[in-house]
T-cell receptor, first 112, second 111 residues
Framework: KAGVTQTPRYLIKTRGQQVTLSCSPI?????VSWYQQTPGQGLQFLFE???????NKGNFPGRFSGRQFSNSRSEMNVSTLELGDSALYLC???????????FGPGTRLLVL | DAKTTQPPSMDCAEGRAANLPCNHS???????VYWYRQIHSQGPQYIIH???NNETNEMASLIITEDRKSSTLILPHATLRDTAVYYC????????????FGQGTTLQVKP
């Protein structure tokens, strides 16, 4: 069974731009979560989706948003990029809420 | 904030068992202990999880103390490919997959 896939794997943007990252969960998984990893803050939870509804949100500004589609695929968007948004963005999927999460390889975003 | 405490780093000789400790003294009765590892710049890899009983799978064993305030992840025969950051996580709540990561333990397996 294929794992979690994330596209693109690498991305370079400039300050003020916006970016959209994509995540395809493991087949049959209906829950998707997003995390941000930086050297200074470590791995931090962004948000969690299940059945196209956001179920949980971490402590991030409103510039960070996401959505989930009916096929469980998910996207996250960051608007008005700042230098501090440079990070590895990780997506994880699980069969349902509260079940074991499996992570994708991540998208590495560099903001210049 | 993370509900777990782990040593920042540990060494292990190749072929020997690696025992990684984790303290979670404020764990609640219905909270699971999860272990993930992250090899440099890759996504975290699920290893094992447990509630009360000891658990074993093809990767590792998880020993949880009777009072559930601490646990130990055991890699029975460590190899160089087991060098990674190991995260012990208490998953808060049963209706969410939200994981709160701490700083983890960097395990260095040496030849």
């Amino acid at each position: 069974k294929a794992g979690v896939t994330q596209t693109p794997r690498y991305l370079i943007k400039t300050r003020g731009q916006q970016v959209t990252l994509s995540c395809s969960p493991i087949s049959g998984h209906r829950s998707v979560s997003w995390y941000q990893q930086t050297p200074g803050q470590g791995l931090q939870f962004l948000f969690e989706y299940f059945s196209e509804t956001q179920r949980n949100k971490g402590n991030f500004p409103g510039r960070f948003s996401g959505r989930q589609f009916s096929n469980s695929r998910s996207e996250m968007n960051v608007s008005t990029l700042e230098l501090g948004d440079s990070a590895l963005y990780l997506c994880a999927s699980s069969r349902g809420l509260g079940e074991t999460q499996y992570f994708g390889p991540g998208t590495r975003l560099l903001v210049l | 904030d993370a509900k777990t405490t782990q040593p920042p780093s540990m060494d292990c000789a190749e072929g020997r068992a690696a025992n990684l400790p984790c303290n979670h003294s404020t764990i609640s009765g219905n909270e699971y202990v999860y272990w993930y590892r992250q090899i440099h710049s890759q996504g975290p890899q699920y290893i094992i999880h447990g509630l009360k009983n000891n658990e074993t799978n093809e990767m590792a064993s998880l020993i949880i103390t009777e009072d559930r305030k601490s646990s130990t992840l055991i890699l029975p025969h460590a190899t160089l490919r087991d060098t990674a950051v190991y995260y012990c996580i208490v998953r808060v709540g049963s209706n969410t997959g939200k994981l709160i990561f701490g700083q983890g333990t960097t395990l260095q397996v040496k030849p």
